[in-house]
């Protein structure tokens, strides 16, 4: 559910016309809606109720200051996978106590910066990671909490560039040798192991891989505390997916997460964290965008927005699909027509669709991406300098401009020319 809804016939966000804000900052741009992103938040927050847990917002999936805020206020945590994002998470107000750091790379700097601000625990990813950590915070004089990220070797069925919790991923460590890894770690003077960590992958419809990787971490917790390590938290990664079409999709909602994670971990008395990243703000997001040209094509109708796959990249990157719709609402029972939905970026890939029903558009009409709040912004680029889209955040009837795009100045005057010439 979410609160993008036609009123009125016009789409809305929230109690705000997307037309009217459309108007007031110019296309294309992103909006987000405060009331869904709380009640996606709420929703993990209620399903992992009567356990001791903490819901860490995976930021990657959208990390504008307002949208941290907004969340931290309402209690979730941060999972922070780069020293830019733990810079973002603090100057949002985040603790550094409801910080986690995940991440297969993390340097020296970021581990030194993490530990000097304040960080729940480090989800470790290596052994060589671990030596490293140790180092730092010996130079520190300090002990950092860590979980050893393990890789269950279960196939999440999805798309191949999401999935990371199959051996042949680059992720964590196989849980074959986590007795070994744990009592590496142990040995470490600078390290306290506090927990397990767990995440195998993105956009997951079913609840059976969590379920059969939950039931591998719950196994380990057992033979780890056996060992004699005190395995007190679990973190359980993020990954529930989203419907992106508004017609067949049923993924299985946080509540059913919820249930099956007292089942598979609820008698360990572990506290419990969670990373969703793409539940909490993807439907929480629209990206809006004009309607430049209508060109007739050879057999088909090209659809030429003034948005481009530098603005919203997933469905060049892995072809997938958004919902795009009119802002004006169609009068119902309009014949619907096919389009090719493109961008103006020189590229064939630029290509938002193909053949998809729509109905009928012209030039100057405003669409909507539904679905885009997540893993939208964030990986927008300048490519072909383009400014980077503003993105606004709507709360009830009021509007924010959260990031304004930059002019052409701002951007060609980051470059430097050297002396030379
Ligand atoms: N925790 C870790 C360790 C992760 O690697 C990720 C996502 C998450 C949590 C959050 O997963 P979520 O709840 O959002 O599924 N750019 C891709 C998605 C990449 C996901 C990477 N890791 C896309 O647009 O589909």
Same mark, same amino acid.
């Given at each position: 559910?979410?609160?993008?809804? #036609? ?15 459309? =108007? ?5 741009? #992103? ?38 805020? %907004? ?5 979730? +945590?941060?999972? *922070?996978?780069? +020293?830019?994002? #733990?810079?973002? =998470? ?7 106590? $409801?910080?986690?750091?995940?991440? *297969? ?7 030194? =910066? ?6 729940? @625990? ?18 520190? +004089? ?17 798309h191949a560039k ?40 993105? @956009?997951?419809? /079913? ?13 380990? %917790? ?9 395995? $007190? ?8 997916? !989203?419907?992106?079409? $508004? ?32 539940? !909490? ?6 990206l809006?965008s /004009? &309607? ?5 094509g050879?057999?088909r109708?090209f659809l030429i927005l003034d948005a481009a796959m530098n603005d919203l990249v997933r469905p060049a990157m892995y072809d997938a699909h958004h919902?795009i ?14 389009y090719d939905i493109v961008g103006p970026v020189c590229e064939t890939g630029d290509t938002f669709a193909k053949q998809r ?12 991406f539904?679905?885009a709040?997540?893993y939208g912004?964030?990986m927008a680029s300048e490519y072909n300098?383009r400014?980077? !889209?503003?993105? &606004?955040?709507?709360?009830?009837? @009021?509007?924010? &401009? ?12 980051? /470059?430097? !020319?050297?002396?030379?010439?």
């Open positions: 559910m979410d609160h993008f809804l #036609y009123k009125d016939g016009a789409l809305h966000a929230e109690d705000v016309p997307v037309a009217e804000i459309a =108007a007031a900052v110019g296309t294309p741009f #992103y909006v987000y809606s405060t009331a869904t992103l709380l009640r996606h938040f709420r929703l993990f927050d209620e399903a992992l109720a009567g356990m001791d847990h903490l819901v860490c917002f995976a930021m990657k999936a959208a990390s504008n200051q307002a949208i941290l805020k %907004t969340l931290a206020q309402a209690g979730a +945590g941060m999972d *922070v996978v780069s +020293g830019g994002e #733990y810079a973002r =998470a603090k100057a949002a107000g985040v603790p550094g106590d $409801r910080i986690v750091f995940s991440g *297969v790379g993390k340097t020296h700097a970021e581990m030194r =910066a993490a530990l000097e601000g304040g960080i729940r @625990q480090f989800n470790l990813e290596s052994e060589p990671e671990m030596e490293r950590l140790n180092e730092v915070a010996l130079s520190l +004089g300090v002990k950092a909490p860590v979980t050893v990220r393990v890789n269950p070797d279960v196939d999440a069925k999805t999401i999935a990371t919790g199959k051996s042949e991923n680059k992720f964590g460590i196989p849980i074959s040798r986590a007795k070994e890894v744990y009592a590496h770690a142990a040995r470490l003077p600078g390290l306290d192991v506090v927990g397990i960590d767990v995440h195998i992958g993105s @956009q997951l419809t /079913d609840l059976e891989p969590f379920r059969l990787a939950y039931r591998k971490v719950a196994a380990l %917790t057992e033979a780890l505390r056996a060992d004699g390590h005190n395995i $007190r938290r679990l973190d359980l990664g993020g990954g529930l997916g !989203i419907p992106y079409t $508004r017609s067949n999709e049923a993924p299985p909602l946080p509540l059913d997460y919820g249930t099956m994670i007292r089942e598979e971990l609820g008698h360990l008395g572990c506290e419990i964290e969670i990373e969703p990243g793409r539940l !909490i703000a993807g439907n929480a997001g629209l809006v /004009d &309607v430049v040209y209508v060109k007739s050879e057999g109708d919902d719709i009119p802002v004006v609402e169609p009068a119902s029972g309009v014949e619907q027509r096919p029903m729509m109905p009928p558009v012209q030039a100057g009409d405003l669409v909507a539904r679905s709040g997540a912004a964030v300098t400014p980077l !889209i503003p993105e &606004v955040l709507v709360n009830g009837h @009021q509007f924010a &401009v959260i990031r304004a795009r930059p002019s052409f100045d701002e951007i060609i005057n980051r /470059d430097t !020319i050297p002396e030379w010439l």
